[in-house]
């Protein structure tokens, strides 16, 4: 999925009516208001957020349900002390980010593994996400933000088999995600 000029914030919505479609519940996830967007990336120092990222957290940046789970991701989640552990990793490896103080992080997993807008890409519309792990070289990982929300979207499809195979082998215990999904009756 490539995005031109302007259509960052479209893709995103429309990935995310995809999974509502496919079978999540709208409601396992809350986003975040645009004050509270505008204050997780000051507290990251971030130059700014591209349309694309702000539109991923209108849609699940308060709460993300089955975007990442396990992993930090939201206004309140991915703050500045996360933005400092992918600033220390990237330097440390010397990583070919042209911005690491200006950049936006999106998403930290177990403090070794972050997704993060260079901060020379930020005034961008889609920019690419860099994948920043520890003990590996960075790399862009995802062409552009809706690509790496593409990425992340649950595999509704799948979610719903497990489900209805536990439905049909009569299990008595259904996991908490079981609640964000939709079974057809």
């Known amino acids: 999925m490539t995005a031109s000029a302007g259509d960052g914030a479209e ?3 429309a990935i995310f009516a995809g999974a509502v479609e496919a079978g999540l519940r709208a409601e396992s996830v809350r986003g975040a208001s645009d004050a509270e967007i505008d204050a997780m990336a000051e507290d990251q120092r971030a130059r700014a957020v591209p349309a694309a990222a702000r539109e991923v957290l209108r849609l699940i940046g308060t709460t993300h349900g089955l975007w990442l789970p396990g992993s930090s991701l939201g206004v309140h989640a991915v703050r500045g002390e996360a933005k400092n552990h992918a600033a220390a990793t990237a330097n440390a490896q010397n990583a ?3 911005d690491v103080d200006g950049a936006l992080v999106l998403a930290a997993h177990g403090g070794y593994t972050y997704h993060v807008v260079d901060g020379s890409d930020t005034d961008q519309d889609d920019p690419p996400v860099w994948l920043v792990t520890e003990d590996e070289p960075a790399r862009v990982a995802w062409t552009s933000v809706s ?3 593409k990425a992340i979207t649950p595999d509704v499809e799948r ?3 497990r ?3 536990m439905r049909e082998t009569g299990s008595d215990f259904l996991p908490p995600w079981a609640q964000d999904i939709v079974l057809g009756e």
């Open 11 to 13: 893709l995103v919505r």
């Open 163 to 165: 489900l209805e195979i």
């Open 147 to 149: 690509a790496w929300f």
């Open 159 to 161: 979610y719903r088999e």
């Open 96 to 98: 070919e980010l042209s």
